[in-house]
């Protein structure tokens, strides 16, 4: 291999090394992520505000009051090394009465003398020891003799301890002429102009996403079946904008819906009128086999025309509504027993919510049919929580084999020997529920009954 060949090959494994890592920290981001729109616009506005205050608060910190409180550590340890020179130069003051009053009085200070003596061990030292740090520097270049300081034990002085060669000389000086303390002010001012931003960010923000939250309120109560009277665009251009397109979509949908309706109604009652003559003829011709055969067909041909209608229209034109789910698998049940099939039926939950009831009845009424057609025993289950409505219709039927169970909700579709040979129908029934339940958010789906035969499961939101 040449050392071109070898060189790419190194490239190549190095560029998937980072793909890889940078994938990962993309993935171990996105986990820490805020998922909604109002928690992800509020970080973007929080994050820069923290950065640049912390970026300011260094800034100051390091330069204005490193800068400041050095000038100031060394205005007063030039001070105290006047007051040194000045006790080492006039020995004649043997009380230092002079040398007190002219650091009380010109020089804001505490001057007295101590015996001489090794100075104490040095303190702890505060976690911000900028002070420390400064007084110590300026100390060990100005004087160059042993001291030791005490910045914590007074809260409004600073003790200075020096060893002179016949004495320990101790000064109190004013904190505020060796620091420049007005680190709480910048604190307050940087948190309370913090803080009303945020208050702002926070109003401002939730008023924007509202309009975005009632558009999709609006998008799903339209997905449901369901009606939202009392949108209307409002928000940010962009919002409005989108919510115009949904009201113009809607209005689209709903007169394609008006106009197929209106269609298939005039369809149907042509069609009515022709099957109504059919029948008014041959009951006109009298009763034989032939006659008994073809009104066995006419028959037929009606309850084929209302399935291929009632398919094509769907639940267009009826308003959902509060509905007992309870009394309405009770009346399933009653049904399926009426015409010979052993049925029992549980609810669990709050029974009313809000469907399509004719429409919906239609769908659970298509399975309990289904079921009814191949098996002797139903059991109808309903379950409702915060967020579902969940209804099972078991059987022990012949069942359907798992790799048919999506096939069987295709239009017009039979297959012979499965169990939705429908017998005499059109096999449009699971082609219904499953429209129908569709329209109200949810869908349909099939699996294994623990009574041996077909699963049958409808789940909507509430």
Known sequence: ???LDTGITLFRTASRRVWAANNWMGNAFKGWMPTGLYARALLIMIVPMVVLQSVVTFVFMERHWNTVTRHLSAAVVQDIASLIDVYQTYPQDKERAQLRRIAQQRLQML??????????????KPFFSLLDQTLSVE??????KPFWIDTVGRSNQV???????DA???IFALRSAAYASNSEIFIFWMLGTSSILLIVSVLFLRNQIKPILRLADAAESFGKGREAPNFRPRG??????AAHAFLEMKARIERSIEQRTAMLAGVSHDLRTILTRFKLELELIGDSPEVDGMRRDVDEMSGMLEDYLAFARGDSGEHAQPTDMATALEELRSDAERNGHA??????GLPVLTVKPAAFKRCLANLVSNAARHADAISITGHRDHRYLTVTIDDDGPGIPAGMREEVFKPFLRLDGARNQDEGGTGLGLAIARDIARSHGGDITLGDSPMGGLRATVRIPV
């Open 1 to 3: 291999m040449s050392t």
């Open 168 to 170: 320990v000389m101790r």
């Open 111 to 124: 001057v007295d003398f101590l015996p001489v003596g090794d100075l104490p061990p040095p303190g702890p």
């Open 139 to 144: 100390l060990g270049r100005k004087i160059g």
């Open 159 to 165: 003790e200075i301890r020096i060893q002179l060669e």
């Open 343 to 348: 049925s029992t039926v549980a609810f669990h």
């Open 236 to 241: 940010a251009r962009e919002v409005r904008r």
